[in-house]
């Protein structure tokens, strides 16, 4: 896959979406419906690369040693870790438990 | 929320407290450049690439969500797709600034790209004008310069260390989406967008060409806020 191409198309069109936005009237996307999905879509998203990233290598659905990082992280983000402790304990468990031949 | 401007010093906030809150955003997150360079080149990207997507595209989620496509091997299209849709969420960010910061024409382009989540939050959580455009600016420099400086290191120590995986460190990208989706579960309109996300998600990975089962698990949106029109 031809990463330059993704990087291009990333970089313009990321850039574009934060210039639209402070560069259009207010009234133009200040609709009701429009403000929903724009809030509920992160989560979509969001949702579903979590999801993917932790259970899957390739095509296929695997359970490993990160689905036990991912649940450190959700502990530590209910315990009202900072950002960076989340992350940090996903990488110290899931490293933990491959070490300990998960 | 957001107070009009007020006249001279009365309800406006001392410089030092926006300038510390800006700060501690600004340096915490910064930080986790570090993950992202690491992610990257966990994924088979360059260091080069790494660099050009954190000072080019500088949102992370869109940074992250890209090179998981890459290391997936779908192609740079449906790559590119993911990363864009995360990042419309600026626009709506950019709505609410542009009124709140009241920014001069020349500078809009450049302001542009600082916003972001972080910059956002801690613009909206000051009560008076002056004190928006002072965490705005000072959060998007700190983060700018430390997300572009830990995502160089990041991505050149990953290739000091080889397998990152030993190491867990593809448990970071993972991590970094669940921390900033947990705040937005705030109902149960936005559980069930999740809850059928990732079972789109997971469920369309094993029969679809890398990076679709993502953008069609995004139709969980519109989806579950349809059916919440059908059902009131």
């Not at chain 1, 990333?10 to 009234?27: D, M, R, S």
Request: aromatic share 6%; net charge positive; hydrophobic share 60%.
């Amino acid at each position: 896959m031809n990463v330059w191409i993704a990087i291009a198309l990333t970089v313009v069109g990321c850039y574009a979406v934060k210039l639209a936005g402070l560069l259009v009237p207010a009234g133009a996307l200040e609709r009701p419906a429009v403000r929903r999905l724009a809030a509920l879509l992160p989560v979509a998203l969001l949702a579903a690369l979590t999801a993917q990233q932790t259970f899957s290598t390739g095509h296929e659905l695997v359970l490993d040693a990160r689905a036990a990082g991912l649940a450190a992280a959700g502990l530590a983000l209910l315990l009202r870790a900072p950002f960076l402790l989340v992350v940090a304990a996903a990488v110290v468990v899931t490293a933990g438990v491959r070490a300990l031949g998960g | 929320m957001v107070r009009q401007e007020s006249p001279g010093g009365v309800g406006e906030r001392t410089r030092a407290a926006v300038v510390r809150d800006a700060l501690g955003v600004g340096v915490a997150v910064g930080l986790s450049g570090f993950a992202f360079g690491v992610t990257a080149a966990g994924a088979g990207i360059s260091v080069l690439q790494a660099c050009v997507l954190s000072l080019l595209v500088f949102t992370g989620a869109s940074q992250f969500a890209l090179v998981g496509a890459v290391a997936a091997g779908g192609n740079p299209f449906t790559a590119a797709a993911g990363a864009f849709f995360l990042g419309t969420r600026n626009a709506f960010y950019g709505l609410r600034l542009s009124q709140l910061l009241a920014l001069p024409k020349a500078l809009r382009p450049f302001a542009a790209h600082w916003v972001i989540d972080e910059t956002t939050a801690v613009a909206l959580a000051q009560p008076d004008r002056r004190s928006a455009r002072l965490g705005f600016t000072v959060t998007g420099l700190s983060l700018y310069l430390l997300w572009n400086l830990t995502t160089l290191l990041g991505a050149l120590g990953a290739e000091a260390l080889g397998d990152t995986s030993a190491w867990g460190l593809d448990a970071a990208g993972p991590a970094v989406f669940l921390a900033l989706l947990a705040p937005m579960l705030k109902t149960a309109t936005e559980r069930a967008v999740a809850a059928l996300a990732l079972v789109l998600g997971l469920g369309l990975l094993p029969v679809l060409p890398a990076g679709l089962p993502v953008l069609v698990a995004a139709l969980a949106a519109p989806a579950v806020l349809w059916l919440k029109g059908r059902r009131s």
